[in-house]
């Protein structure tokens, strides 16, 4: 369709050959965040790296980038092994990362100055960034004194300005509005497809699927925990793209089956969530949120089964807000996700259009049921003769598996739907729970 932008004959910039890398968290549970990452960025080409948050798409690009070393593996650009910051690429973050205290032009001249640019030149090629990536006119303005928008663009020229072979991008557009995201992808895809970037190819991280059918000639789609290149999508639309091109939605609907497939698989083991029994890392989906998605899948026009892409689009989701809540849905066993659908149970249409108490009660059969910590905990205050017990018991132990911070945010998730279903209480101010309404 296009004429040349995805040319496998092109030569490879970056390879990612075999890489793994753990965090370590002190204890004897290693984080394993990579595992047996391939991948070859070509000259050329835009290449996506799609994966949820969590998934180590961060990881990897500061790998990449030579801004920290993986524990196995190898990664090359230009031929020559990555062993320290790599001179041949540029990033650009989700965070501005601007200094507050420099002008515009400063803040793009700082790239420069690293690389013993002299002053006349850096001058020169920080005033070409500035103009080329349309900042013209705001040399002298602060970054306070600049919309989101502006400021990503000033980050776009600081990359720019060394003249990277290699742009790679985290989530550059994630944390601006709607509107201002699709302006600045606009603009930076016509500065690529007309050549004027001084730059021979991007990786792109995202966790938005349309953005990466949008911009990419090719995408890698991740998988979470760890994370592993699982599918590589090339898209030969020609550029621009349209959204609503049915093409186009082909390739989103095809990118959500397979993002959805892993779920399943991984429930079959042990929930789509890391960990086992009790040891499972949660997210705090509130049961509202879920009551909320039973009851729209339940009702017109869905009926029990809805299109998670039609889904999301009706809902403004992006699938990191949407997953968490499909599979929330799916662990408690009141949905089945497949294919990129997601199907209620009985119990859950039982729920959809059941009065408050009934409600109620099905949760907290499900909760024991399904959530391993859920029948820990009520098992522990059940036999206590005080039916109480303090939560830093049980932060010690799911400590035992996960960081602090998991074990924090997995406490507060049953928390609050063991408070909905009644199935113990928590005294926030005392930290104890208890049978204090025994069902
Ligand atoms: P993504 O960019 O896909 O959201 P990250 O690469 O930031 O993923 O993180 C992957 C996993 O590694 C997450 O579980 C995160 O909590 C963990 N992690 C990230 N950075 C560190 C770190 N410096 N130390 C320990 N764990 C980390
Ligand atoms: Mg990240």
Redesign the pocket.
Known sequence: MTMTISNPVEPAIVSVENVRHF???GGAND?L??ENVDLILRENEIVSLL????????????IIAGLMPASAGRVEIGGRPVDGPAPEVAMVFQSFALFPWLTVLENVEIGLEAQGVHAAERRKLALAAIDLIGLDGFESAYPKELSGGMRQRVGLARALVVHPAVLLM??PFSALDVLTAETLRTDLLDLWCEGRMPIRSIML?T?NIEEAVLMSDRILV?S??P?RVIAEIKVTLPQPRNRLDPAFRQIVDDIYARMTARVVGAASRDGAFPGTGIGMILPHVSTNILAGLMETVNGPPYDGKADLPALASVLQMEIDDLFPIAETLQLLRFAEVEGGDIRLTDAARKFANGEVDERKKLFGQHLLSYVPLVSHIRRVLDERPSHKAPKARFQDELEDYM?E??AEQTLHAIISWARYAETFAYDEAAGVFSLENPT
């Open positions: 965090y370590q968290k984080l965040v990579l994966g949820r948050s969590g998934s180590g798409k961060s990881t990897l690009l500061r985290d989530e991280v966790h991740f979470s925990n994370g960081s911070d998991y």
